[in-house]
């Protein structure tokens, strides 16, 4: 199980951006991004894997880009074009190349109206 760390969640005006960084203790097959809204279920936003595939939830697709830097492990979530809807808890999730998921510990992105 890899551990992992996130970082740039924070408060940001309606229309603003925001980026989401997440650095695993090693090697994965795929990482991704993950939001919990108060009263909600946790939703995959973005993931991409090893050969840099990627997929996005429908709600962000054309605002959201998730990038990986292989090279430190390291996966980004450029957010763009934020909502208020988009106010969350972000986790970071990867997949390790023995197959165990890990989990970060979140980070809280606010929008404002």
């Known amino acids: 199980q890899v551990q992992l760390m996130e970082s740039g969640g924070g408060l940001v005006q309606a229309g603003g951006s925001l980026r989401l960084s997440c650095t695993a203790s090693?090697?994965?097959?795929?990482m991704g991004w993950y939001r919990q809204a108060p009263g909600k279920q946790r939703e995959l936003i973005a993931r991409?894997?090893?050969?840099?595939?990627?997929n996005y939830a429908d709600s962000v697709k054309g605002r959201f880009t998730i990038s990986r830097d292989g090279a430190v492990n390291t996966i980004y979530l450029q957010m763009n074009s934020l909502k208020p809807e988009d106010t969350a808890v972000y986790y970071c999730n990867a997949l390790a190349l023995n197959g165990m998921d890990s989990w970060g510990k979140g980070t809280l992105v606010t929008v404002s109206f």
């Open positions: 090693g090697s994965t097959s795929a």
């Open positions: 991409i894997n090893r050969a840099g595939s990627t």
